[in-house]
T-cell receptor
């Protein structure tokens, strides 16, 4: 049973425009959420995170939004750059021990 | 600086063979996680160590899977009598105490033929 879902397997965006990656979860006990970026043949790299006590966290071009009532989070990248092309995973945890990952969204930024 | 390293990067095993996958976490990282990532899927939790103590092994798919971290640094994931369904990328991650952000290694791609 997938507790974290990324329903869009892929996304293409023009360079300079906004990329919006979405993630839904089912477990209301999740209290911390993370986004990871993954290039081929490498492990995931931590990008940005958010605690359930917040609804927005921003770091440079990356902003994560959390809507607890909808059990939805999104990652906004603006402006998108070709180097942002990668697979993005969202993850969630309720204990800090087990982390649940989505299936990933492959982002392509077109120059 | 040195990140998380894993060896081997690629492993081909015949069905029924035993394999051992190694993870060297970032020095000083207390927490260590193992994940299994099947093709087209996200990483799935296998087990978690805090120092040398294995605090959660609920994600290990069968008793053929065994993990250890005897001195609280290097960890080994062992799979006995490998089956085709064990084919996946095995990722190791480490993190500092009380931190949620994990640092992943490049993974070991296991192919069971």
């Amino acid at each position: 049973d997938q507790q974290v879902k990324q329903n869009s397997p892929s996304l293409s965006v023009q360079e300079g425009r906004i990329s919006i990656l979405n993630c839904d979860y089912t477990n209301s006990m999740f209290d911390y959420f993370l986004w990871y970026k993954k290039y081929p043949a490498e492990g995931p790299t931590f990008l940005i995170s958010i605690s359930s006590i917040k609804d927005k966290n921003e770091d440079g071009r990356f902003t994560v939004f959390l809507n607890k009532s909808a059990k939805h989070l999104s990652l906004h990248i603006v402006p998108s750059q070709p180097g942002d092309s990668a697979v993005y995973f969202c993850a969630a945890t309720d204990t800090g021990n087990q982390f649940y990952f989505g299936t990933g969204t492959s982002l392509t930024v077109i120059p | 600086g040195a990140g998380v390293s894993q060896s081997p990067r690629y492993k081909v095993a015949k069905r029924g063979q035993d394999v051992a996958l190694r993870c060297d976490p970032i020095s000083g990282h207390v927490s260590l996680f193992w994940y299994q990532q099947a093709l087209g899927q996200g990483p799935e939790f296998l087990t978690y160590f805090q120092n040398e103590a294995q605090l959660d092994k609920s994600g290990l798919p069968s008793d053929r899977f065994f993990a250890e971290r005897p001195e609280g640094s290097v960890s080994t994931l062992k799979i006995q009598r490998t089956q085709q369904e064990d084919s996946a990328v095995y990722l190791c991650a480490s993190s500092m105490r009380l931190a949620y952000e994990q640092y992943f290694g490049p993974g070991t791609r296991l192919t069971v033929t």
